[in-house]
């Protein structure tokens, strides 16, 4: 059975693991990076089998206007099980109604999140990293 679980305090050497094995495009190999990620977060929601972590959904947020949910992994022998699903309408429930849910696709999911009630935007502008 999973486990959601909405507490801020997370190990970044999970959240890694579940991005290694999700196949998402993360730093993985930087557990500082990753510990600052979680450490400037407004929302985390995590999936857990026993002491697991198999999913982790990251969102930055003003809880008024918009919210931007930065990361929704799920460990690839996990998905496919309604986890991310689950994970994505934890965070809008948290967010609620005044807020819009906005992210970034991987081209690998663009095909993913309409089933999850998103809208595709043609609007989006981006600065993209340097490392």
């Known amino acids: 059975m999973i486990i959601f679980s909405d507490k801020k305090e997370q190990n970044a050497r999970d ?3 579940v991005f290694r094995n999700s196949g998402i495009i993360r730093p993985y190999e930087e557990v ?4 600052r ?4 977060t407004d929302i985390i929601i995590t999936a857990w089998d026993d002491d697991k972590m198999v999913g982790v959904a990251r969102a930055i ?6 919210c931007y949910l930065s990361d929704l992994a799920v460990d690839q022998r996990y998905q496919n099980h309604g986890i991310g ?3 994505v309408q934890r965070v809008h429930t948290k967010i609620g109604d005044e807020c819009s849910l ?3 696709a991987a081209p690998t999911a663009v095909d993913y999140y309409p089933k999850l009630g998103f809208e595709k935007a043609d609007k989006a502008f981006l600065m993209t990293r340097k490392k």
């Not at 947020?61 to 918009?66: A, G, N």
Request: zero cysteines; charged letters at 30%; aromatic letters at 8%.
């Open 15 to 17: 959240v890694a693991e």
């Open 85 to 87: 699903k689950e994970l």
């Open 32 to 35: 500082e990076r990753i510990q």
């Open 102 to 104: 906005i992210l970034l």
């Open 61 to 66: 947020t003003d809880y008024s206007y918009s």
């Open 37 to 40: 990620m979680i450490d400037n």
